[in-house]
């Protein structure tokens, strides 16, 4: 049983940071590439960020690119999202999501993720 727990969500400012972290179950977190999505009331779950599974790619939506930065600990079973110069466009829940399949799907995909934690909610307003 794999479970994925968020947390670092809260109000901030715009402008502001935050720094999400996502705690992942088992043993096997070395096989997973992980992702960070998210999700406004009413609109679809968005890819946020990737990283593959030695961390040496990372991929981006092109909202959050040059603010927001994915990283993963492999010692801590942890991955992290370094939220930067936050909008209020950035205000949903944000996902994290697991994956040790090489499916078919882009891991820009919600399809190509296998678990999922609960969310954390991030706002951004003054």
């Known amino acids: 049983q794999v479970r994925l727990v968020e947390s670092g969500g809260g109000l901030v400012q715009p402008g502001g940071s935050l720094r999400l972290s996502c705690a992942v179950s088992?043993?096997?977190?070395?096989?997973?590439?992980m992702g960070w999505f998210r999700q406004a009331p009413g609109k679809e779950r968005n890819f946020v960020a990737g990283i593959s599974v030695r961390g040496n790619s990372t991929y981006y939506s092109d909202s959050v690119k040059d603010r927001f930065t994915i990283s993963r600990d492999d010692a801590e079973n942890r991955v992290y999202l370094q939220m930067n110069s936050l909008k209020p466009e950035d205000t949903a829940n944000y996902y994290c999501?697991?994956?040790?399949?090489?499916?078919?799907?882009?891991?820009?995909?919600?399809?190509?993720?296998?678990?999922w934690g609960q969310g954390t909610q991030v706002t951004v307003a003054s």
């Open positions: 999501a697991a994956t040790s399949s090489r499916s078919g799907w882009s891991v820009y995909s919600v399809r190509r993720y296998d678990y």
């Open positions: 088992g043993r096997t977190f070395t096989t997973y590439v």
